[in-house]
């Protein structure tokens, strides 16, 4: 009884901190999405479930379907980008050098997303970088930014670290004398990597996987930047109910959905990761 009464007293902390930075928040949150929007733009308290029906609208699911999309697009590239250096790292890269080039994935970070994002709008349009060369080399110039391309590249370049890192971690731990034994017992590369490294990977495969799914879900400045108007996605929609349309009781009601279909995908997901750790 006193161990559990000493780890409640542990995790207690924890808990105010969650409850102060996501359950107060979350609760105003949905105490606004039952509102509406007064004339001047302000937020007319109430207990109506209008904002959440107008949600299910098929132009809003439409963007939410987009948006789920783009999110699972995203992860299955930064996947099949990420594998190959995280093996290159953990596998073939000589210890010495690992460091230096685990900072230069992490190099990125230091710099803001949004410049980020900014420099990639220099390098898509019709006179960029990308155009210029091409043209220099007589090929037709592509038309790159204001395209779901664009905001999938932006998407990709933005979250590839995250999928990095977990792989590499998972791939470093890997049990070397497994992969001697699956050589010696007369398995193909191919086959032991199918066999053996990949199974033994699914825990930094999943973890990577949610890392970058979640805020992909919701992003908002890759689109905005270099989606521009013609590509709507949930973030860019909720943020224009905050700052343009001034319907926050709308925007809560999105903002709380979005939460909402996060949480049921790791629950539903949550036996298939849990396999996966323990794989």
């Known amino acids: 009884m006193n161990g559990r009464r000493q780890a409640l007293l542990l995790l207690a902390p924890a808990f105010v901190v969650l409850a102060l930075l996501v359950g107060l928040p979350q609760g105003l949150m949905f105490e606004a999405s039952l509102g509406q929007r007064s004339v001047h733009g302000g937020i007319e308290h109430g207990a109506s479930a209008a904002n ?118 998972a791939l470093e731990r890997l049990d070397r004398t497994l992969l001697e034994a699956a050589a010696d017992l007369g398995a193909s590369p191919r086959r032991t990597f199918w066999s053996v490294t990949f199974p033994l990977t699914l825990p930094g495969i999943v973890a990577g996987s949610v890392l970058v799914f979640i805020p992909s879900l919701g992003a908002y400045i890759a689109p905005d930047l270099l989606g521009g108007a013609k590509s709507v996605f949930i973030g860019n929609l909720i943020q224009n109910q905050f700052a343009i349309a001034r319907d926050v009781p709308f925007g809560a009601a999105l903002s709380f959905l979005l939460s909402a279909l996060v949480l049921l995908l790791l629950v539903v997901l949550k036996r298939p990761l849990q396999a996966a750790r323990l794989a």
Do not use: C, K
């Open 52 to 169: 959440y029906v107008r949600a299910f609208e098929p132009l809003y699911l439409t963007i939410f379907a987009r948006s789920v999309w783009l999110a699972v697009v995203t992860t299955a590239v930064t996947l099949l980008l990420a594998y190959p250096v995280a093996y290159w790292l953990a596998l073939v890269v000589p210890a010495r050098r690992r460091n230096a080039l685990l900072a230069l994935i992490v190099l990125p970070f230091w710099t803001s997303f949004l410049v980020r994002m900014y420099a990639w709008v220099f390098l898509l349009r019709s006179e960029g970088l990308i155009n210029m060369t091409l043209h220099a080399l007589g090929l037709p110039a592509l038309d790159l930014l204001y395209t779901p391309t664009a905001v999938l590249i932006g998407q990709v370049y933005g979250e590839v670290p995250f999928m990095v890192l977990p792989l590499y971690v």
